[in-house]
């Protein structure tokens, strides 16, 4: 769903479905928010402080006083905005005669959660078949551990072996593969944020399975 296209009353659905979401999640979860928003948020950051840095790309349009405004009300910091970085690496939207560059997807975190997060820039060169640009969050967290009854063994792929690099190479063209066949299923169709969430989890899932395996579990 391009936002861009909507008109009023649908944006307002699509943003009052947003919230009502959001308010779902429970306080204390860690909270992550990101699509493509069509939204410009500019370097003014006046009366958004709390949830923006001055490191936006351009002026903010429409979109972005709808998303601004709903990241103000639910404390989710805009990632893209707090950290300085080159407009290069802040562009996640070029047109196709180069004239315009605009910073218009974004990675958001819950207020709370905000020094998890480590930087957010934009990887030129990803062949993702898109005019736009992956946008990516570097995050360290603190996960608690949840103990279960009984003795549960997770399997872990074998993530050593991207260190070769014919392997790496052979994960790299794989998972595009996988990506490319994925976008080519849902051209056209109408597709939520789990449906999103699924196709990506399990194109990179199989693609490990497929390209690196698991590790041994040696018994203690």
Not at 112 to 132: L, Y
Request: charged share 30%; proline share 1%.
């Amino acid at each position: 769903m391009r936002l861009e296209r909507l008109n009023e009353d649908a944006k307002d659905q699509f943003y009052n479905r947003l919230q009502s979401i959001i308010e779902k999640c429970p306080t204390k979860d860690l909270t992550i928010l990101m699509r493509d928003f069509n939204a410009k948020v500019r370097t003014d950051n006046t009366g958004y402080e709390d949830i923006m840095g001055r490191h936006e790309l351009g002026e903010r349009n429409e979109n972005g006083e709808r998303f601004a405004n709903l990241c103000a009300f639910n404390k989710l910091v805009i990632g893209g905005t707090i950290f300085p970085h080159k407009n290069i690496h802040k562009t996640t939207w070029t047109s196709q005669d180069h004239t315009t560059q605009n910073q218009i997807e974004h990675i958001c975190i819950n207020k709370r959660s905000r020094r998890t997060m480590e930087d957010v820039r934009t990887k030129r060169g990803a062949d993702i078949a898109s005019d736009h640009h992956l946008l990516v969050a570097k995050m360290k967290l603190k996960l608690k551990k949840h103990w279960t009854m009984g003795r549960i063994i997770s399997q872990k792929f074998n993530t050593a072996f991207l260190q070769d690099t014919d392997r790496l190479n052979k994960f790299k063209i794989v998972l595009s593969n996988k990506f490319q066949a994925f976008h080519d299923l849902l051209n056209g169709e109408g597709t939520t944020v789990e449906s999103d969430w699924k196709g990506i989890k399990e194109a990179i899932t199989s693609t490990c399975h497929e390209v690196l395996g698991h590790k041994k579990h040696h018994h203690k």
